[in-house]
């Protein structure tokens, strides 16, 4: 690990990179893996329309070369031994202000190659979908220039060593998924949803530059390493505060209870956008912050249960959102935000919890995109209807599609041996022990993780079976047919993750991999027996699959084309709990309303004191201007008057 | 002569010289009346001279006399051009910056 915060050039850099150090090359060459997208979107953008030809070939190019560069690096670290993974070096020097003197670094290590991998692979299978999926949209080139962008993002986010240079690619991420679900601008609806996700992730960043502000004052830097070692010894009102604050970034980014409202509604983007934000960028951001600052909320466990509550309430707002919506991509997205839920609770169980938080995250982004990928291929084939009421008995005209939405579908459920089988059912293990010997944490949040997985396995069924069984309810004019195989490949290649990703990683070993990179976890034993648990996630997924077989798939099943009319509580699921309603009750009302006094105040008070200061300048000057009456000799009587009058002063002073 | 014989002279041209500048109408004679006026200046700087024996009057009023000379050239030509344009040159009727 080496750690050149001493001023010197950038040259200077680069030569030490070559000659000396212990980090690697391979470590050194992960700016590249920043540095190719972030190019290439510069590069799609500038170049204009003489780019649109092979713009997308760049696009595709770029993150793909950086996937082979994240693997070179990756397994250059494997070739290192256990102690020495961990490596932080200095690019250039970027803010030197005396005491707070900080460098450009990045940090290598298991955690940020697990997310450099898992963005960079996913990533360029959603970029060649875009392909074919974007082919006729005359603005493709600068989808994938912003595509690009989000990604070159995502990995300065993952990749920094400080949260200051996190926080520009957190900043990045929140500026590219803006341009993104306001990709079709011109629809008015659209461009309030990138509006709204923007606001919301501004919410968010209030509380990360809050948390840096804290570090600044309490420690002096904001560089990960030196942070966590001031952790271990500062106040548990700071460390509270900070992870609080943390947190808080992390809801506005994942999605997370409060700030969950804007997700739902970036369904306006392309669905490979979609893909994108819900697989492997931007909501995965939100679990990686409290991840990696791991040490800080070991250190205050009242945040450590305010993360625990707020990824419990995700998890089951989420899936009781999604056994509500008509909507297809609407219904995912309310089943990424309650898997993020799941993310959310695992990090706030300690580090233990987190490997498996992190797992989730990967074996999530492979079959959440590979269904995101399934739902674009649907609407592909149905003139972009992505109402579920009106679909139906697609298994029949898109065979690929159905066959890799199965693979995705009993992933999520978590069926053995699926990929979500060995995170997801780690997650609700690890929920049912008791942190500190809070039994009764163990118990809730244990029976939310149980009771979250019954629901999703109603509301993913549902969903798979009103899309591709049951009887066909599509109008005459619309022809389902399978996508082309630009579509097709990558959807295949993430089903098979979905499929065997899980396993792999376990056999593998990841979660010691992973741990290496985290605090020194404390593993202990679930409060109810391993395998009553996973028994009983089983069951109740079988029954929510069951109940959701037998209401919209079994052949007796009839599903309305218009919703039906129902109790309260599928209303209030279909109007997102009311998110909506609350948000504008408290927040955008008052809001509008102090704004509306600002401005009274501004026009009143600023404003008045100016224009009432030019009045009187203004009647005093009219009053004066009288005297201007032309008169060369009332001008002459003036001055001599003038004149009489100062020699009287001066008499009458010097007498 | 005493030089309180002097000034009561000089300002009995300064008044008159005021008066004529204040009540007359026509340009020229408005003219003269400030002509007056700067000569009763000099009246006094001469007497004021003489008084304390130094020369600095007499060279003041000898600046008042040329700035005079050179005042009258530019003032009737403006008279003049004034006639020129406008066929008259009274005072009153040179208003055009009033407000």
């Known amino acids: 690990m080496i750690n050149q915060t001493i001023a010197t050039p950038p040259g200077a850099v680069w030569l030490a990179a070559e000659t000396g150090g212990t980090a690697s090359s391979a470590a050194w060459g992960c700016w590249l893996v920043i540095a190719l997208p972030l190019v290439s979107a510069a590069l799609l953008l500038l170049a204009g329309r003489r780019a649109d030809k092979w713009g997308h070939l760049l696009g595709v190019a770029a993150p793909a070369v950086a996937f082979c560069l994240g693997v070179w690096a990756f397994f250059d670290l494997l070739g290192r031994p256990a102690a020495e993974r961990v490596q932080d070096f200095e ?34 299978l959603i970029h060649i979908y875009s392909v074919a999926y974007m082919a006729h ?38 500026l590219a998924s803006y341009l993104l679900i306001g990709f079709w601008n011109q629809r008015l609806d659209y461009a309030v949803a990138a509006k709204k996700a923007f606001v919301a992730n501004r919410v968010g960043d209030f509380g990360m530059l809050v948390a840096m502000m804290v570090m600044f004052t309490q420690f002096h830097s904001v560089k ?240 798979f079976f009103m899309v591709f069984h049951g009887k066909a309810r599509w109008s005459d004019e619309q022809h389902p047919h ?117 401005v009274r105040a501004d026009t009143g008070v600023v404003d008045g004191a100016v224009r009432g200061l030019a009045w009187l300048l203004q009647s005093v000057g009219a009053v004066l201007a009288r005297l201007q009456n032309g008169f060369v000799r009332s001008y002459a009587a003036t001055m001599l008057a003038g004149v009489i009058l100062l020699t009287a002063i001066v008499l009458a002073v010097w007498i | 002569m005493t030089v309180t014989a002097y000034l009561a002279l000089a300002s009995a041209l300064f008044v008159i010289g005021a008066v004529t500048v204040l009540v007359r109408r026509n340009s020229i004679i408005v003219f003269m009346g400030i002509e007056l006026m700067l000569n009763a200046a000099n009246l006094a700087f001469l007497a004021f001279s003489r008084m304390w024996g130094e020369l600095d009057g007499q060279l003041a009023a000898l600046f008042v006399m040329v700035v005079a000379a050179a005042e009258v050239v530019v003032g009737l030509a403006i008279i003049v051009s004034l006639f020129r344009t406008r066929r008259t040159v009274s005072v009153d009727d040179e208003n055009l910056m009033r407000h």
């Open chain 1, 224 to 463: 990960f390493d030196e942070v966590f070692s001031f952790a271990s010894w500062a106040s548990p009102t700071t460390l509270t505060v900070i992870a609080l604050a943390l947190l808080l970034a992390a809801c506005g980014k994942s999605a997370q209870f409060p700030l969950q409202s804007w997700l739902g509604d970036a369904m306006a983007g392309p669905t490979p956008v979609s893909a994108l934000i819900h697989a492997a960028t931007m909501v995965t951001a939100g679990v990686y912050l409290v991840v990696r600052s791991g040490p800080i909320f070991e250190a205050a466990p009242h945040a450590r249960l305010v993360v625990l509550i707020v990824g419990a309430i995700t998890l089951l707002y989420g899936a009781i959102v999604g056994c509500a919506k008509d909507d297809m991509k609407k219904a995912l997205a309310a089943s990424t935000m309650s898997q993020i839920g799941y993310m959310m609770l695992a990090a706030g169980l300690g580090p233990v919890g987190a490997v498996f938080a992190i797992m989730h995250l990967v074996t999530h982004g492979f079959f959440k995109a590979g269904m995101f990928l399934g739902a674009g291929s649907v609407m592909h084939a149905m003139r972009d209807q992505v109402d579920m009421r009106r679909f139906g008995h697609l298994d029949k005209f898109m065979k690929i599609t159905w066959l890799t939405f199965m693979m995705g579908w009993l992933a999520i459920l978590g069926v053995p041996p699926f990929a979500g089988f060995f995170s997801k059912d780690k997650i609700i293990e690890q929920a049912f022990v008791a942190p500190d010997g809070q039994v009764w944490q163990a118990w809730v949040f244990g029976s939310v993780a149980l009771l979250g997985a019954g629901l999703t396995a109603f509301y993913m069924s549902r969903l």
């Open chain 1, 137 to 174: 949209d005359p603005a493709r080139r600068r989808f994938f220039a912003y595509l690009n962008l989000f990604v070159a993002a995502m990995l300065l986010l993952v990749l920094a060593d400080s949260y200051l240079v996190l926080f520009v690619g957190w900043e990045g991420v929140g």
């Open chain 1, 91 to 124: 690019l250039f020097q970027w803010i030197p202000g005396g005491v707070f003197d900080l460098g450009f670094g990045l940090r290598v290590d298991q955690l940020s190659l697990t997310f450099v991998l898992l963005v960079t692979f996913v990533g360029t």
């Open chain 1, 482 to 598: 399978e996508s082309p195989a630009l579509m097709t490949v990558p959807m295949i290649v993430l089903a098979l993750g979905s499929v065997f990703l899980g396993l792999i990683l376990t056999l593998a070993g990841f979660d010691d991999f992973l741990a290496g990179a985290l605090a020194e976890g404390h593993h202990g034993e679930p409060v109810l027996n391993a395998y009553l648990i996973m028994g009983a996630t089983f069951a109740l997924v079988v029954a929510g699959a069951w109940i959701a077989w037998r209401r919209f798939g079994a052949a007796s099943a009839t599903v309305p084309v218009l919703p039906p009319a129902v109790d309260g509580l599928i209303r209030a699921a279909r109007a997102d709990l009311y998110q909506d309603t609350v948000n504008h009750a408290l927040l955008v009302r008052p809001g509008q309303a102090l704004v509306r006094g600002a």
